[in-house]
């Protein structure tokens, strides 16, 4: 009687473990496109049907593109927004949503609604109004830019304030009367139990910026300042694009996200419920 | 010890009722927490008014004027309102838009939720699958696109080769067909966003006091129960947040929908912002796209407040 | 300043040469001649692979030495309007830009981005292609420098295998589709089809408006388009080219479905025959024997090589930023008659570029080229056409193409039956233009 629940068990297991690899390598179906097509020539990308093999494996590629294109300034470029980004957003994100989820001041509430309002908002209908404003204060054409615009998004904020509110008003309590100032109580009690939500803006709002467009489209111009996305857009032409190419720069700039993400795996699931909260 | 931890989350609701205030001089407290709380949020807001709410507040503006991106806006008052009543594109797009967010919003967050569920477990290789589950959010979105109308392929694709093992008939023809399209674009949708928002939850569930599982587990609760009595409740905030963010995403949706069918066929997929997109800066009628973004934004704003109401009747 | 004569001077030309010259002397023009040099700046595209403005501003500078021209890189494709129209609103646009897509020219000229060029195009060769559709209410505000045709581009090789015979420019659409039929038969291999037709909307409606007596966009009857769509539509039936549903979800490019030997046929801008050159002398493209056709034509009465038939094409045009400092404008203007005038057409044809004003000397540098096509016909279709644009010079050109480019897109995925696509168009095109 007490074996077969463990032998259902093991099959259970098993048959998770066969579904999730499944499941894993049909999630990296585009991804592992991308890699073979980075390997073939520009004519071989697409055809009917595809070709999962590349005839000849073109390793070219992979030392053209730093020829042809300017790599090592746009990852440059691309890591230096997304890493200013980042911070401020992490930091000035976290530290607002403290303000709204645990003070209390008058209009704090409509002021939040209208930050999520804001997300409401498509980037595409108000890029003008903000690029011409921009532009007069001298910023367009510059990396700056492209750090305004995505560093005080609404989104860090609303990320972190729910998670802040998952965290007992009772342990600020506490603080407050163990004489913890509100900043103390940010800085001491609130950033320590929230990694796993800022692991989870971090990583996001990098990937975001590392990936950002249209924003480099509109205001960058000198070959100097672009990013990855903006750079490898230089090889689709009017009438020609170097498919291969800009796959190959693609498989190059997702493989820096995939390793910090693989090492920063343990903060996304840092429990606060292992740190001692009791009721 | 084993009431729920989680305290009431509910600053979420609008108008709040002070707490009764036990310490010394009233006014001044007040006063003095307002000046925090407002130390808090000031550093952000600063860069948010000047960067964000100024050019959105000048796109309602422009929403009432004829705008054409150069030049003078002359003021037509609600003109460009009135013309979206008898715009029959505008009704195509916004019944698409509803009808890819009815889709996107609930198999988002069920998909999202069940991988984070799953993977927030104890399994060997779990860092290696939530790696892999975000990825689709980090491949570029041409790749995506190019890959899924491949394997959509109504002729060559792998997808109908398989469904034609056992279906007889006309196959779908997915993204080339005006019946077919939504549904493809709603596929890759949730397969793009899952792991993102599977993230989040993750995040969330870090939340959820082991205690609070074992005492249930030791009362003889099923795993059903646990998720319901015990997991759930702890995650409202965080399902808040994701709920409002999927719910205002898909209403946005815009760059899929694009590199996969470009609106087509016909208009089988047109969004809204893809038509705010078109009137903008195909055909630099900036002043009517506005209007069309102010309308999206209403529904957004309706339909979050009701998440909110909802939630705090939860609350409650 | 040192300006250099212009071959085409004619009268008015001599008129503003010495307005010019003098500075200052036109009241209407109110620009003046600066004495020192002179700095304007050039709004192109992805300079890497577009060489086409380094060209012009070289050749220019060379014959003006104190006068230097700034480029400013845009992306290419759709995104220059995007990133231009963003400058443009804000007032940072170049002094000189290329008015890209034609569909949108009478809206930079309405938003008032344009300076008036009339004394420009006056002076230009009025064979220019495509500058007598750019006036608006008499007036012009940028002029053609560019202008390709659409011909049609064949595979010698694979007409012989299949024992078809080669165009000979008297085709209609229906010899076409024949040929297609006949190659596709003949060639006898599973992946190989007589013709290919790729995505644009242009390759169908742009020779349909071009091709058919009296058809325009702003009538909102669009009617004319049901013969070619009909004749597209049997033709992927059976099977004598690759469907519109294979091109779309497989990305099929032309490049290698003409380049690759997929395909015997193709219709395409003459853009392609300096692409093509480039992709057999690479080896991203097959060596193979290839020619250029007319493009296949409605009915008889333009077929033969001795009539000139009728193709469609956009010029692109250069126009001059109204913002511009008016101590530059005469150099700008200058700038624009170069190269419109046929000296910057020989510097675009060196570099395989199909300039708007196609002389001999034009000609003769193309196909000079190595691996241009030596044959007659070729160098027919190459010089003689009468191209009308795909998007007439118009306020509502814009919004009357998206409509249609999702009537091909209904169409060709065989989502709308032909005739319902079309009145279904005709009813948005009342509803939502003019």
Same mark, same amino acid.
């Given at each position: 009687?007490?074996?077969?629940?463990?032998?259902?068990?093991?099959?259970?297991?098993?048959?998770?473990?066969?579904?999730?690899?499944?499941?894993?390598?049909?999630?990296?179906?585009?991804?592992?496109?991308?890699?073979?097509?980075?390997?073939?020539?520009?004519?071989?990308?697409?055809?009917?049907?595809?070709?999962?093999?590349? @005839?000849?494996?073109?390793?070219?590629?992979?030392?053209?593109?730093?020829?042809?294109?300017?790599?090592?300034?746009?990852?440059?470029?691309?890591?230096?927004?997304?890493?200013?980004?980042?911070?401020?957003?992490?930091?000035?994100?976290?530290?607002?949503?403290?303000?709204?989820?645990?003070?209390?001041?008058?209009?704090? @509430?409509?002021?939040?609604?209208?930050?999520?309002?804001?997300?409401?908002?498509?980037?595409?209908?108000?890029?003008?109004?903000?690029?011409?404003?921009?532009?007069?204060?001298?910023?367009?054409?510059?990396?700056?830019?492209?750090?305004?615009?995505?560093?005080?998004?609404?989104?860090?904020?609303?990320?972190?304030?729910?998670?802040?509110?998952?965290?007992?008003?009772?342990?600020?309590?506490?603080?407050?009367?163990?004489?913890?100032?509100?900043?103390?109580?940010?800085?001491?009690?609130?950033?320590?139990?929230?990694?796993?939500?800022?692991?989870?803006?971090?990583?996001?709002?990098?990937?975001?910026?590392?990936? @950002?467009?249209?924003?480099?489209?509109?205001?960058?111009?000198?070959?100097?300042?672009?990013?990855?996305?903006?750079?490898?857009?230089?090889?689709?032409? @009017?009438?020609?694009?170097?498919?291969?190419?800009?796959?190959?720069?693609?498989?190059?700039?997702?493989?820096?996200?995939?390793?910090?993400?693989?090492?920063?795996?343990?903060?996304?699931?840092?429990?606060?419920?292992?740190?001692?909260?009791?009721? | 010890?084993?009431?729920?931890?989680?305290?009431?989350?509910?600053?979420?609701?609008?108008?709040?009722?002070?707490?009764?205030?036990?310490?010394?001089?009233?006014?001044?407290?007040?006063?003095?927490?307002?000046?925090?709380?407002?130390?808090?949020?000031?550093?952000?807001?600063?860069?948010?008014?000047?960067?964000?709410?100024?050019?959105?507040?000048?796109?309602?503006?422009?929403?009432?004027?004829?705008?054409?991106?150069?030049?003078?806006?002359?003021?037509?008052?609600?003109?460009?309102?009135?013309?979206?009543?008898?715009?029959?594109?505008?009704?195509?797009?916004?019944?698409?838009?509803?009808?890819?967010?009815?889709?996107?919003?609930?198999?988002?967050?069920?998909?999202?939720?069940?991988?984070?569920?799953?993977?927030?477990?104890?399994?060997?290789?779990?860092?290696?699958?939530?790696?892999?589950?975000?990825?689709?959010?980090?491949?570029?979105?041409?790749?995506?696109?190019?890959?899924?109308?491949?394997?959509?392929?109504?002729?060559?694709?792998?997808?109908?080769?398989?469904?034609?093992?056992?279906?007889?008939?006309?196959?779908?023809?997915?993204?080339?067909?005006?019946?077919?399209?939504?549904?493809?674009?709603?596929?890759?949708?949730?397969?793009?966003?899952?792991?993102?928002?599977?993230?989040?939850?993750?995040?969330?569930?870090?939340?959820?006091?082991?205690?609070?599982?074992?005492?249930?587990?030791?009362?003889?609760?099923?795993?059903?129960?646990?998720?319901?009595?015990?997991?759930?409740?702890?995650?409202?905030?965080?399902?808040?947040?994701?709920?409002?963010?999927?719910?205002?995403?898909?209403?946005?949706?815009?760059?899929?929908?694009?590199?996969?069918?470009?609106?087509?066929?016909?208009?089988?997929?047109?969004?809204?912002?893809?038509?705010?997109?078109?009137?903008?800066?195909?055909?630099?009628?900036?002043?009517?796209?506005?209007?069309?973004?102010?309308?999206?934004?209403?529904?957004?704003?309706?339909?979050?407040?009701?998440?909110?109401?909802?939630?705090?009747?939860?609350?409650? | 300043?040192?300006?250099?004569?212009?071959?085409?001077?004619?009268?008015?030309?001599?008129?503003?040469?010495?307005?010019?010259?003098?500075?200052?002397?036109?009241?209407?023009?109110?620009?003046?001649?600066?004495?020192?040099?002179?700095?304007?700046?050039?709004?192109?595209?992805?300079?890497?692979?577009?060489?086409?403005?380094?060209?012009?501003?070289?050749?220019?500078?060379?014959?003006?030495?104190?006068?230097?021209?700034?480029?400013?890189?845009?992306?290419?494709?759709?995104?220059?309007?995007?990133?231009?129209?963003?400058?443009?609103?804000?007032?940072?646009?170049?002094?000189?830009?290329?008015?890209?897509?034609?569909?949108?020219?009478?809206?930079?000229?309405?938003?008032?981005?344009?300076?008036?060029?009339?004394?420009?195009?006056?002076?230009?060769?009025?064979?220019?292609?495509?500058?007598?559709?750019?006036?608006?209410?008499?007036?012009?505000?940028?002029?053609?420098?560019?202008?390709?045709?659409?011909?049609?581009?064949?595979?010698?090789?694979?007409?012989?295998?299949?024992?078809?015979?080669?165009?000979?420019?008297?085709?209609?659409?229906?010899?076409?589709?024949?040929?297609?039929?006949?190659?596709?038969?003949?060639?006898?291999?599973?992946?190989?089809?007589?013709?290919?037709?790729?995505?644009?909307?242009?390759?169908?409606?742009?020779?349909?408006?071009?091709?058919?007596?009296?058809?325009?966009?702003?009538?909102?009857?669009?009617?004319?388009?049901?013969?070619?769509?009909?004749?597209?539509?049997?033709?992927?039936?059976?099977?004598?080219?690759?469907?519109?549903?294979?091109?779309?979800?497989?990305?099929?490019?032309?490049?290698?479905?003409?380049?690759?030997?997929?395909?015997?046929?193709?219709?395409?801008?003459?853009?392609?025959?300096?692409?093509?050159?480039?992709?057999?002398?690479?080896?991203?493209?097959?060596?193979?024997?290839?020619?250029?056709?007319?493009?296949?034509?409605?009915?008889?009465?333009?077929?033969?090589?001795?009539?000139?038939?009728?193709?469609?094409?956009?010029?692109?045009?250069?126009?001059?930023?109204?913002?511009?400092?008016?101590?530059?404008?005469?150099?700008?203007?200058?700038?624009?008659?170069?190269?419109?005038?046929?000296?910057?057409?020989?510097?675009?044809?060196?570099?395989?570029?199909?300039?708007?004003?196609?002389?001999?000397?034009?000609?003769?540098?193309?196909?000079?080229?190595?691996?241009?096509?030596?044959?007659?016909?070729?160098?027919?279709?190459?010089?003689?056409?009468?191209?009308?644009?795909?998007?007439?010079?118009?306020?509502?050109?814009?919004?009357?193409?998206?409509?249609?480019?999702?009537?091909?897109?209904?169409?060709?995925?065989?989502?709308?039956?032909?005739?319902?696509?079309?009145?279904?168009?005709?009813?948005?095109?009342?509803?939502?233009?003019?």
């Amino acid at each position: 009687m007490a074996a077969r629940p463990t032998a259902l068990r093991k099959t259970g297991r098993v048959l998770l473990y066969l579904g999730m690899i499944a499941a894993a390598a049909g999630i990296l179906l585009p991804f592992a496109w991308m890699v073979i097509s980075s390997l073939k020539t520009n004519n071989q990308v697409f055809t009917a049907p595809i070709e999962w093999v590349p @005839d000849p494996f073109r390793w070219s590629n992979y030392v053209d593109i730093w020829i042809k294109g300017d790599m090592v300034t746009w990852v440059r470029n691309t890591m230096t927004v997304s890493v200013v980004v980042t911070v401020l957003q992490v930091v000035t994100g976290s530290f607002a949503a403290y303000g709204f989820a645990k003070t209390r001041f008058p209009g704090r @509430d409509a002021l939040f609604l209208l930050y999520i309002g804001t997300i409401a908002v498509p980037w595409a209908s108000y890029m003008i109004p903000q690029f011409q404003m921009l532009s007069s204060w001298g910023l367009a054409n510059t990396l700056y830019s492209i750090m305004l615009l995505q560093a005080f998004g609404a989104f860090g904020v609303f990320l972190m304030k729910q998670y802040y509110e998952s965290i007992p008003d009772s342990l600020c309590e506490a603080a407050r009367i163990d004489g913890l100032s509100e900043y103390g109580i940010w800085w001491r009690i609130m950033l320590p139990l929230s990694v796993p939500a800022l692991a989870s803006l971090t990583i996001i709002t990098f990937v975001t910026t590392w990936n @950002d467009y249209l924003g480099p489209l509109i205001y960058l111009r000198d070959r100097e300042l672009w990013t990855i996305q903006l750079g490898l857009q230089r090889f689709v032409g @009017d009438y020609n694009a170097e498919h291969a190419l800009i796959m190959t720069g693609s498989v190059l700039s997702v493989l820096p996200i995939a390793i910090v993400f693989l090492l920063g795996q343990r903060y996304f699931i840092q429990g606060i419920a292992t740190t001692g909260v009791k009721g | 010890m084993a009431t729920p931890v989680v305290d009431n989350p509910g600053a979420l609701g609008l108008p709040y009722s002070d707490p009764p205030q036990r310490r010394a001089p009233r006014t001044s407290l007040k006063l003095r927490n307002a000046l925090v709380g407002w130390t808090f949020v000031l550093p952000n807001f600063a860069g948010f008014a000047v960067l964000t709410l100024i050019p959105v507040l000048l796109l309602f503006y422009y929403s009432l004027t004829n705008w054409n991106i150069f030049g003078n806006a002359d003021w037509v008052g609600l003109d460009n309102y009135a013309r979206l009543i008898g715009d029959k594109s505008f009704h195509v797009a916004l019944g698409n838009t509803f009808y890819y967010a009815a889709f996107h919003i609930p198999l988002t967050i069920a998909a999202s939720l069940g991988l984070a569920l799953l993977l927030n477990q104890k399994l060997r290789g779990a860092a290696f699958f939530r790696t892999v589950a975000f990825f689709p959010y980090v491949t570029s979105i041409v790749a995506v696109a190019v890959v899924w109308n491949m394997l959509f392929s109504p002729e060559y694709g792998p997808i109908n080769q398989f469904i034609g093992l056992f279906v007889g008939g006309e196959l779908p023809g997915w993204t080339v067909s005006k019946d077919w399209a939504m549904p493809a674009v709603i596929i890759v949708g949730t397969w793009r966003y899952m792991g993102y928002y599977m993230l989040l939850f993750l995040a969330g569930l870090q939340t959820v006091p082991a205690e609070l599982h074992e005492a249930a587990r030791i009362d003889g609760a099923s795993v059903w129960q646990r998720f319901w009595n015990v997991t759930l409740p702890c995650l409202r905030p965080t399902m808040f947040f994701v709920t409002v963010m999927v719910t205002i995403e898909s209403f946005k949706v815009f760059d899929l929908i694009l590199v996969m069918t470009e609106g087509g066929p016909g208009q089988a997929t047109l969004v809204l912002s893809q038509y705010i997109w078109q009137k903008g800066f195909e055909q630099f009628e900036l002043g009517y796209a506005s209007s069309v973004a102010v309308v999206l934004f209403l529904i957004c704003i309706g339909v979050t407040v009701v998440q909110f109401l909802y939630n705090k009747r939860r609350d409650a | 300043m040192n300006r250099k004569t212009i071959a085409t001077v004619g009268a008015a030309a001599a008129a503003s040469l010495a307005l010019t010259a003098c500075g200052g002397g036109d009241a209407s023009s109110g620009s003046e001649e600066p004495d020192g040099p002179v700095t304007i700046s050039l709004a192109g595209w992805d300079f890497a692979s577009t060489p086409e403005f380094e060209t012009l501003a070289t050749a220019y500078e060379e014959q003006n030495e104190d006068v230097t021209v700034e480029l400013t890189e845009y992306p290419a494709g759709e995104e220059y309007d995007t990133a231009l129209t963003a400058d443009l609103a804000a007032g940072t646009a170049p002094d000189v830009f290329i008015v890209k897509n034609l569909k949108n020219y009478v809206t930079f000229q309405e938003g008032g981005t344009l300076l008036d060029i009339s004394d420009v195009a006056a002076e230009l060769d009025p064979a220019t292609g495509g500058l007598e559709a750019m006036a608006v209410d008499g007036a012009t505000y940028a002029v053609p420098y560019r202008q390709d045709s659409w011909l049609l581009y064949y595979n010698k090789a694979l007409f012989d295998q299949a024992g078809v015979d080669h165009p000979d420019g008297s085709w209609t659409w229906d010899d076409y589709a024949d040929a297609a039929a006949e190659l596709t038969d003949g060639i006898g291999e599973d992946d190989v089809t007589g013709a290919y037709l790729h995505s644009w909307q242009s390759t169908v409606q742009g020779f349909a408006l071009a091709q058919t007596e009296g058809a325009t966009l702003d009538s909102g009857d669009f009617g004319f388009l049901a013969p070619y769509y009909e004749r597209q539509l049997a033709m992927q039936d059976e099977g004598s080219q690759p469907t519109y549903a294979t091109v779309t979800t497989n990305e099929l490019a032309y490049q290698s479905q003409f380049g690759t030997q997929k395909s015997a046929m193709v219709t395409m801008g003459s853009w392609y025959i300096g692409t093509l050159v480039a992709e057999q002398a690479s080896g991203d493209a097959d060596e193979f024997e290839w020619g250029l056709a007319p493009a296949p034509q409605f009915d008889e009465s333009t077929t033969g090589t001795d009539n000139t038939p009728v193709t469609f094409g956009d010029p692109t045009t250069m126009g001059i930023n109204a913002g511009i400092d008016d101590a530059k404008v005469a150099t700008a203007k200058d700038f624009l008659k170069f190269a419109a005038g046929p000296e910057g057409a020989a510097a675009l044809a060196e570099i395989g570029i199909t300039p708007a004003l196609i002389d001999d000397t034009v000609a003769d540098t193309v196909f000079a080229l190595d691996g241009v096509p030596q044959d007659d016909l070729s160098r027919f279709a190459y010089t003689t056409h009468e191209t009308l644009p795909e998007n007439p010079v118009g306020a509502d050109t814009a919004a009357i193409q998206t409509i249609l480019g999702d009537l091909h897109s209904a169409v060709m995925s065989e989502s709308d039956p032909v005739d319902d696509a079309i009145a279904d168009a005709q009813e948005r095109a009342a509803n939502e233009v003019g």
